[in-house]
């Protein structure tokens, strides 16, 4: 492996390229610690769209297969590592450019989330999409996976603003998709194509993004109840007649291992938690009013609306629901999202799992848009536990399919949650993803075993995912 090691490290130059075992740890994962990683044969850090295409035409000459990192944060897997492949960060990447008078950024995709907030906030505008992990996700990994976040119910999805990108393909080809045009319906619709392919189809090296004008200030109301499936009942009578710009639940499970480590005073006791904000600039707080209803038609045992404060506070208790729960244990981590509808069947669904399988389920959810997440903790070093965890999380995803829903709504199928893929798209729309995938990458190596089976020559067999068959 060392003599293919120079030959990438003469083809690439100046790149930075990491080869000791100690730099290369760190980049064999994403934030779902597949056991499946492999360790590849060097990781390579480029700083412009040029080294990029260096570095897949050398992957594609010799058929090494290529993984896609933004900043490692993803909870599907679609990160990791391949044996004697390359792992191609892009977190030196981190180049932005406002545009005030269009109301658009240009970034290239190591800056963070939260970066681009920042840089088009300096310049009075907003960045919408909001992940819960915004502060550590890079923009790159947003597009790839589509995420969504907190005030998407209202505002929408990464999809949703991202105007062009530019994409090297597998072959080292750099194509540009889209532009600075909010109107745009040349030929067929590529760019939303490569938004959420997950790394593969192609690597992009810079998005146009959309911005807004800033939002104005948010109104904050919060509920307890004493019974999950009236939350889930006031969250649909709420969105059924109105847009909030958030609306997020948390069961007794994640309110409880969130209070251990904000200590904020949250209600331990309750069932579930929801927590709901208006800019609805209505002089008569118009939302308010049909929030504070809704809640009290299905039994909150309290509603109120919070002073602005609160109301921050209450937000970021939602945002650290996940690494919270992670204190009680590795996670077993869904994304299934279901019709709002039948929001109170997958709450329900999901208890009587937990309750089966003698498994401790977590459920948080973007409750206004039916994105759910049950966060199945599990034991490693308790074989029995670890295999009911298991199963319990192909179950879950199971019964999203059987409500209608997705077995992602934010977090990509990456490789975690492949062997369900078919079970919600059907054959028929896999073997044309398949066909796509066969087009632009004919030898397969791009993100090998991500979405779809690995297909490169040589390349480790299937990973080993929860539920794999």
């Excluded at 492996?1 to 790149?15: E, Q, T, V």
């Excluded at 934030?31 to 360790?39: K, T």
């Excluded at 109840?225 to 609306?247: C, K, Y």
């Amino acid at each position: 492996m060392s003599g293919r090691r120079d030959a990438l490290r003469a083809a690439l130059g100046d790149i930075v390229v990491l080869t000791e075992p100690a730099a290369v740890e760190p980049y064999r994962r994403d934030r779902a610690l597949d056991p499946g990683a492999g360790v590849p044969l060097a990781v390579v850090l480029p700083e412009t769209t040029a080294q990029v295409q260096a570095v897949m035409r050398w992957a594609s000459e010799h058929g090494v297969p290529v993984t896609p990192r933004g900043a490692g944060t993803g909870l599907s897997g679609g990160a990791t590592a391949i044996e004697g492949g390359i792992v191609l960060g892009t977190e030196r990447m981190r180049a932005v450019r406002i545009d005030v008078d269009t109301r658009m950024a240009v970034v290239q995709p190591g800056l963070l989330n939260a970066e681009v907030k920042a840089a088009a906030a300096a310049a009075g505008l907003w960045y919408p999409p909001d992940p819960a992990s915004f502060e550590i996700c890079s923009i790159g990994g947003n597009a790839a996976t589509n995420a969504g976040g907190l005030c998407c119910v209202k505002y929408g999805v990464t999809a949703d603003y991202v105007l062009g990108a530019e994409v090297v393909l597998a072959d080292g080809r750099a194509v540009v998709l889209g532009g600075p045009r909010l109107k745009d319906v040349a030929g067929l619709s590529m760019l939303k194509l490569f938004v959420g392919s997950e790394g593969t189809l192609g690597v992009i090296t810079e998005l146009t993004l959309r911005l807004l004008p800033a939002p104005p200030p948010a109104r904050t109301v919060v509920a307890w109840f004493d019974g999950t499936e009236r939350a889930a009942a006031a969250v649909f009578a709420i969105a059924s007649r109105i847009r909030p710009s958030m609306l997020e639940y948390m069961d007794r499970i994640s309110v409880n291992a969130v209070e251990d480590v904000l200590h904020m005073g949250l209600r331990r006791d309750a069932a579930a938690l929801v927590v709901a904000r208006s800019d609805d600039q209505h002089p008569g707080g118009a939302e308010i009013a049909v929030m504070l209803r809704a809640f009290a038609d299905h039994g909150a045992t309290e509603a109120f609306e919070a002073d602005p404060a609160a109301g921050e506070r209450f937000a970021q208790a939602r945002r650290m629901a996940i690494p919270a729960v992670e204190r009680l244990g590795p996670l077993l981590m869904e994304d299934v999202g279901v019709p709002l509808p039948l929001l109170a069947d997958l709450v329900k669904g999901v208890e009587a799992i937990a309750a089966e399988r003698g498994v401790a389920i977590a459920f948080i959810a973007h409750a206004g848009d039916g994105n759910t997440h049950p966060l199945i903790v599990h034991d490693p070093a308790d074989p029995d536990l670890t295999e009911r965890a298991r199963l319990a999380y192909g179950e879950v995803m199971d019964l999203a399919i059987r409500l209608g829903g997705t077995i992602t709504g934010e977090h990509g199928v990456g490789r975690l949650k492949r062997p369900w893929l078919a079970g919600q798209i059907g054959d028929d729309l896999l073997g044309i993803s398949r066909e796509v995938k066969r087009a632009l990458d004919p030898g397969g190596i791009l993100n090998p075993g991500v979405i779809f089976a690995a297909e490169v020559p040589d390349a480790p067999g299937e990973p080993a995912v929860p539920g794999a068959q």
